[in-house]
């Protein structure tokens, strides 16, 4: 039987999903619960449907919609021109997408035998099992870390942090190339000591690694209510005040390459 997976988007274009330009494939489903996401859509695994908001004259919309491997590289590759001129190719998004690990798998595979330059965009929470066996088929990981505290980090997204620093020691290990990605939530993972924590756990890994800081924009709130969802209690206000320019020159002055945005 042919492998198939569940994507509930494709951005073609992405300019900030890893190097040159990209599309990006948004699969479905993931495990975390994190109170500021603003992709809702991307959590549950099956196929849904958004209704219109009330007073909209647009229909019902369904997120979801199933692929084989080949009909989604034919997709992929109708950019292939401007990924060889721009060093680009396709990234894995989500949702997270090492929950669809076996369709992962099949895409990972067949886009190293056509030479497309693939990323994962994860927030690292598998089994390591499964981290395993993909780590050795992306050319690049976009990795969340969130919060080093476990109890907050099981507060604010649902999960224990521990499969996704023990996934991040495996990656490590096994040389494999990753980036560092921050959300930066205020009054959630913005705080000194987090960052701090961090730079710590970070420290010893491979130091040609890079961080991105990411800013946060409080979106999505719509979404939530097409789904018939609730909106995460603790969601914080999209408020500025975040000093991006000290967090991003405490982790330069530890050493790392550091950025501000995806
Ligand atoms: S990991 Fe990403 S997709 Fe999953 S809940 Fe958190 S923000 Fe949303």
Redesign the pocket.
């Known amino acids: 039987m042919d492998t198939t997976g569940i994507v509930f988007r494709i951005q073609k274009f992405a300019l900030h999903d890893g190097p040159g330009i990209r599309t990006t494939i948004f699969l479905k489903g993931?495990p975390?619960?994190?109170v500021?996401?603003h992709?809702p859509e991307?959590?549950e695994p099956g196929e849904q449907v958004m209704q219109p908001l009330s007073g909209s004259s647009a229909g019902p919309q369904r997120v979801g919609r199933r692929f084989r491997v080949e009909a989604l590289l034919n997709q992929i590759e109708k950019d292939r021109l401007f990924y060889d001129e721009s060093g680009g190719g396709v990234t894995f998004s989500?949702?997270?997408p090492l929950r669809q690990d076996v369709f992962l798998d099949a895409m990972l595979r067949t886009c190293r035998r056509r030479e497309l330059h693939t990323v994962v965009d994860t927030?690292g929470h598998a089994p390591l099992s499964v981290m395993e066996k993909v780590a050795p088929l992306a050319d690049l990981f976009l990795y969340d870390l969130k919060l080093m505290d476990d109890e907050a980090h099981r507060r604010f997204?649902g999960v224990s942090n521990r499969a996704v620093l023990e996934n991040l020691l495996l990656l490590n290990r096994l040389g494999r190339p990753f980036r560092i990605r921050i959300p930066m939530v205020p009054g959630i993972t913005d705080g000194e000591s987090n960052l701090r924590r961090i730079a710590d756990f970070l420290e010893p890994l491979d130091a040609q690694h890079g961080v991105d800081l990411l800013p946060y924009h409080r979106i999505g709130e719509g979404k939530y209510r097409r789904l018939r969802m609730q909106l995460p209690v603790e969601m914080p206000a999209n408020r500025q005040g975040i000093d991006m320019e000290a967090a991003a020159a405490m982790f330069a002055s530890r050493g790392f390459r550091v950025h501000i945005g995806g």
């Open positions: 993931c975390l619960r994190c500021w996401c992709n991307g959590q989500g949702g997270e927030s997204t």
